[in-house]
């Protein structure tokens, strides 16, 4: 039996955190770091750590959670969002790749099983770093965003479905009509178990936990890693490898067949078991199997291999993404962007090397290979993205839509009801009498805390296009415009800050990319008694020229006593007045006095 060295472990984990926490600074995935720091302290350079046949069960484990992980978090409405566009993408930045990954290892003389193996690590894209990379660039709202965020979901599914049918045909030792018909048929039976075990099965159980109070989260989690646990079991019963289950096992693990609070305790479990503890193990241990005689003994086809797998996923992709009629432009930027690897790459190669499909030297090279093309995805899809702005062909997309308004209070309530003229707005609010008056009003309202994921949940804040803060409290206001900037990715973020704010508070909005309601800072008080007993008057204003808000109110700065709520353009759509806007001639502006 295995005996657990803990001072081995504490410094895996040591070097796992502080080789994450130095890539998420630079600008790069925690997996980075972690690979290389297990390369620095592995036995390919200092040889300060060791692997252990604990180490290892523990790693296993950690890519069984992870990838049930990964599985969770897929939502298949994304999909819909750029499904021919992202198919197209998919398909030519996996089939490309993948095809010159095949042919460069049969050219140099390896077995059909490991390039395979290769042509599949060289073809999968990294899902896990694409949203983060988008909120740095300012993506979100574009087509690209979507486009690669279902790229990537399609491609990395298509890479474990040809993984599944590879890996049944490693022990079968012969391809004949029976070893094949029986392998394949061990698949079939397998995912069709799976599926139906998933869309009738989970549900039964969702709504038997439901019904039980006293339930707390220790026994959801036990029960959800029985049930991943039980799917990989099922898997390797199949022929097939322990990770097809989990991930199985986690695309049906998802609101719907359980409660939303389940759901997201289960999740964050899940996220903090893998990613925090379980994964890194595994990334930094596979790090220790990298042999750097690569770089002596097979340069040219490491050189082959990356230049294949970036050359492969840009111009695959590009070629394919034509007949979506978006433009070779969008296909190279849509490539650029797909072009990183990550966990379910090394994964595969892990499972590959294990199970002796390929060598050391392979393995080696499809790790430098995931760390070099990881490294050129900031670099190359900024540049790409710029290209296309300059030449005004980065579209917006309208998937997201609608305001999600912080306030119920007269103010607030005045702005939505303006706003809902041709937009979809929600009103958030923990007061409950505000949230029955905007009701009665006409305007959705929902009650809960604005600092709580739930409460944004339940207002669908996911599909929102502008969250708006409008309370008198600027802490609280920052405080939830960081949170539907950090977990709900919502393009525009505008934010109502108080005279008494200081500096330090204003500076938080440009990390956000945030603006300043009304682009000047405002005290809501006042105008909320007067929209609620009536005393005020509402005035619209065309303006003669181009300018800027911020130059709007600058030339009424003498008078203090009124407030510009929105800005009218040519066609009677209104949108809020804030500091990073312009107002084009012959628009109007509403401001009340």
Request: without cysteine; aromatic residues 10%.
């Amino acid at each position: 039996m295995a005996e657990l060295q803990i001072l081995n472990l504490l410094l895996v984990l040591i070097a796992a955190w502080v080789g994450g926490m130095v890539a998420k600074r630079v600008g790069f995935p925690p997996i980075l770091g972690e690979l290389l720091i297990g390369i620095l302290l592995g036995p390919a350079l200092l040889g300060i750590l060791e692997t252990s046949e604990a180490l290892n069960t523990l790693a296993e484990v950690g890519i069984l959670f992870l990838m049930a992980y990964i599985g969770m978090e897929i939502n298949f409405k994304d999909l819909g969002k750029a499904s021919w566009a992202g198919l197209l993408a998919a398909i030519g930045g996996f089939v490309v790749p993948f095809a010159l990954g095949y042919y460069t290892i049969i050219i140099f003389d390896g077995t059909q099983i490991a390039a395979l193996f290769v042509g599949i690590a060289v073809g999968v894209t990294s899902l896990a770093t694409k949203s983060r990379i988008l909120v740095d660039l300012k993506l979100l709202d574009t087509r690209i965003a979507y486009v690669l965020m279902a790229g990537a979901l399609i491609s990395d599914t298509l890479a474990l479905v040809i993984f599944a049918g590879i890996i049944g045909f490693v022990d079968v030792g012969s391809v004949d009509a029976a070893g094949l018909t029986w392998v394949a048929g061990k698949a079939i039976l397998f995912f069709a178990a799976a599926t139906l075990i998933g869309i009738y099965g989970f549900p039964l159980l969702g709504k038997l936990l439901s019904k039980t109070k006293t339930i707390n989260r220790t026994f959801h989690f036990t029960i959800m890693v029985i049930i991943v646990l039980a799917f990989s079991e099922l898997a390797e019963i199949a022929g097939l490898h322990g990770i097809l289950g989990a991930f199985m096992a986690g695309l049906f693990i998802r609101e719907g067949v359980f409660s939303r609070n389940v759901l997201k305790d289960v999740t964050i479990v899940f996220h903090d078991m893998s990613i925090g503890f379980l994964a890194p193990i595994f990334f930094v241990t596979a790090g220790f199997h990298v042999s750097l005689e690569v770089f002596q003994t097979d340069l040219v086809l490491l050189i082959l291999i990356i230049a294949g797998a970036v050359i492969g996923k840009i111009v695959g992709t590009a070629l394919f993404y034509l007949p979506s009629g978006y433009g070779w432009r969008e296909g190279i930027t849509i490539g650029t962007g797909m072009n990183g690897r990550g966990a379910v790459e090394i994964i595969i190669a892990g499972i590959g090397l294990q199970m002796g499909i390929i060598t050391t030297e392979i393995f080696s090279i499809l790790v430098f290979m995931a760390i070099s093309t990881t490294l050129t995805v900031p670099l190359f899809l900024t540049w790409t993205t710029n290209w296309l702005r300059k030449r005004g062909e980065l579209v917006k997309q309208d998937t997201r839509k609608g305001y999600l308004i912080l306030g119920a209070n007269p103010l607030g309530l005045y702005i939505a009801k303006q706003l809902k003229e041709h937009h979809e707005v929600v009103l958030i609010d923990s007061n409950k009498e505000l949230i029955h008056e905007a009701n009665e009003q006409g305007v959705t309202a929902i009650h809960g805390n604005a600092l709580k994921e739930d409460t944004f949940e339940m207002a669908n804040a996911i599909d929102k296009n502008t969250f708006i803060a409008l309370t008198g409290n600027s802490e609280i206001n920052l405080l939830a415009t960081q949170l539907a900037n950090n977990s709900f990715y919502i393009p525009n973020k505008i934010v109502l800050m108080s005279p008494d704010e200081n500096a330090a508070g204003v500076n938080l909005l440009d990390p956000m990319d945030a603006s300043s309601l009304f682009a000047n800072k405002t005290d809501m008080a006042p105008w909320a008694y007067k929209i609620s007993a009536n005393e005020f008057k509402e005035n619209i204003e065309t303006v003669e020229s181009d300018s800027t808000t911020r130059e709007w109110v600058k030339e009424r700065g003498k008078n203090k006593d009124i407030l510009p709520i929105l800005i009218v353009d040519e066609n009677g759509h209104k949108r809020p007045f804030h500091f990073k806007d312009n107002i084009s001639a012959n628009e109007k502006v509403i401001y009340l006095e």
